[in-house]
C-alpha cells in the first residue's frame, strides 16, 4: 500500500479562520490530488499537482489553495473556511501508471462552526 | 449535464448470492472506469479497472463489465460475503480529459450482506 498520511485527521475551527491539511506520501508518485467527500456527492476534486510547484484546480476549487514545495507534500489550505467547508478530505496519488490507480489517504475531518 | 449514477439505496443480501451493482453515465466518452471499496471511516480502495474497448474484467470473485452504448458499467461480487460489507465507488476518467488521471466519482452504493 500506498503510504499515504493526512494530518489532522479531526479538526473542528470557527468560520473565518484559516486551516491548513497537510497530505505526506512516501511513494514518490508524481500526482497528488484533494478530493473532498459529502453525503449525497461523490468525491469531488479540488486541486491537484502534476509535480513540485505544479498545480492546478479541480471542479470545486473557489475558497481552497494547494502548494506542493516538495515530492512528498502536498498542503490544502481553507484561507478563511465557511460552514459549506465542513465535509472530509482525502488527499490521493498516483504514480502514473497507465492504470490510473488511485492510492487514498485515510481522511481528514473538518468541521466549521 | 455529466453525471455519473449509482444506486443510492443499500444493496442488501445473503450470504453466498451474487452481490450486482450499477454505475451509469450520461454525457462522457469514458477512457477507462473504474470500482473502489471505502469502508466507514477509510480512504477508498483500489478494485479493477475496465477500459472502453474491454467488455469484462475479472479479478478472483469480483467480475466488471462494461457497455458503452448503454453508458453502463455492472459490479459483481460472487459468493458474497459479510466482509464484502462497503460503499463500492465507480469513477471514470473522460476521453481528452487532459490526462493527469483526474477521477470522477460517483457517490457510491452501500452493499451489506447477511449471513
Known amino acids: 500500500d500506498a503510504g499515504i498520511t493526512q494530518s489532522p485527521r479531526h479538526k473542528v475551527t470557527e468560520t473565518g479562520t484559516p486551516v491548513t491539511l497537510r497530505c505526506h506520501q512516501t511513494e514518490n508518485h508524481r500526482y497528488m490530488y484533494w478530493y473532498r467527500q459529502d453525503p449525497g456527492h461523490g468525491l469531488r476534486l479540488i486541486h491537484y499537482s502534476y509535480g513540485v510547484k505544479d498545480t492546478d484546480k479541480g471542479e470545486v476549487s473557489d475558497g481552497y489553495s494547494v502548494s506542493r514545495s516538495k515530492t512528498e507534500d502536498f498542503l490544502l489550505t481553507l484561507e478563511s473556511a465557511t460552514s459549506s467547508q465542513t465535509s472530509v478530505y482525502f488527499c490521493?496519488?498516483?504514480?502514473?501508471?497507465?492504470?490510473?490507480?488511485?492510492?487514498f489517504g485515510e481522511g481528514s475531518r473538518l468541521t466549521v462552526l | 449535464s455529466q453525471k455519473i449514477e449509482q444506486n443510492s439505496e443499500a444493496l442488501n443480501i445473503q450470504e453466498g448470492k451474487t452481490a450486482t451493482l450499477t454505475c451509469n453515465y450520461t454525457n462522457y466518452s469514458p477512457a477507462y472506469l473504474q470500482w473502489y471499496r471505502q469502508d466507514p471511516g477509510r480512504g477508498p480502495v483500489f478494485l479493477l479497472l475496465?477500459?472502453?474497448?474491454?467488455k469484462e474484467k475479472r479479478k478472483e470473485r469480483l467480475k466488471v463489465t462494461f457497455d458503452t452504448t448503454l453508458k453502463q458499467s455492472l459490479f459483481h461480487i460472487t459468493a458474497a460475503q459479510p466482509a464484502d460489507s462497503a460503499t463500492y465507488l465507480c469513477a471514470l476518467v473522460p476521453l481528452f480529459s487532459g490526462g493527469y488521471n483526474k477521477l470522477i466519482f460517483g457517490a457510491g452504493t452501500r452493499l451489506a450482506v447477511h449471513p
Open positions: 490521493a496519488t498516483n504514480g502514473g501508471a497507465n492504470t490510473g490507480e488511485l492510492f
Open positions: 475496465i477500459r472502453e474497448n474491454e
